[in-house]
């Protein structure tokens, strides 16, 4: 599995190394939880870092999707940018019909981005819009122990384009399809053919980042 830039990294490149420590040094002396998104945002210099980011035009509803980013990206950087492939037979048990078992990290605290073979998994992280390919999911546990899931759609490296979901939560218990077909199936035609999978809402997205933790945690992919 080829490696590709993340998401983190073509959208902050250098930036990353210019604010982030700043708003290391906040949450340090404020003695806060980095994986405490509200605490995260009472930091002088993410509140800076965010209006910088804002196109001039604002963000509206999207401001959400903006924090989102933003407070995955530092955790990212913060654990060392830590990217996982998941390629291989790897790939394959994140997206069977048998689920692995959840795994016990010994840092919980710790972000990391799971880069997934390039235009297998697809999915329609807007209504009404076409479906787009999922380049990876960003992985960190809230301070409550729920599982945030940043999921990274149709991503152009050349124009910076993307699209972003988050869910979060604890693992969906006992989640089926209402047609009976298999979890992350194929739902576009053509697609079984071509070996390609789906994702059906936030809940398979969410089931999605579980799997992906326990693998993570079970050191299932390779590290580039």
Do not use: K
């Amino acid at each position: 599995m080829a490696v590709r830039p993340t998401p983190f990294a073509l959208v902050f490149h250098t930036l990353a190394d210019e604010r982030f420590p700043a708003i290391r040094d906040a949450l340090t002396r404020a003695d806060a939880d980095p994986r405490d998104r509200d605490g995260f945002l009472l930091a002088p210099e993410v509140v800076q870092l965010l209006r910088d980011l804002r196109p001039d035009d604002g963000f509206g509803e999207a401001m959400d999707q903006l924090v989102a980013f933003v407070h995955h990206a530092y955790l990212w950087w913060n654990g060392g940018s830590l990217t996982l492939l998941a390629g291989g037979d790897g790939f394959a048990r994140l997206v069977s019909f048998e689920s692995p078992n959840v795994i016990a990290e010994s840092d919980p605290a710790l972000g990391c981005y799971v880069q997934l073979p390039q235009r297998r998994v697809w999915g329609q992280p807007v209504a009404d819009v076409p479906h787009q390919p999922l380049d990876g999911i960003s992985l960190h546990h809230a301070p409550d122990g729920a599982l945030r899931v940043l999921g990274i759609f149709g991503l152009h490296q050349d124009r910076l384009a993307l699209t972003i979901v988050e869910v979060a939560g604890p693992r969906p218990p006992g989640l089926v399809r209402p047609d009976g077909t298999p979890l992350f199936a194929p739902a576009l035609p053509g697609a079984a053919a071509a070996g390609l999978h789906s994702l059906l809402g936030g809940e398979e997205l969410l089931e999605l980042g579980w799997r992906a933790r326990a693998l993570a945690g079970a050191a299932a992919w390779s590290v580039p």
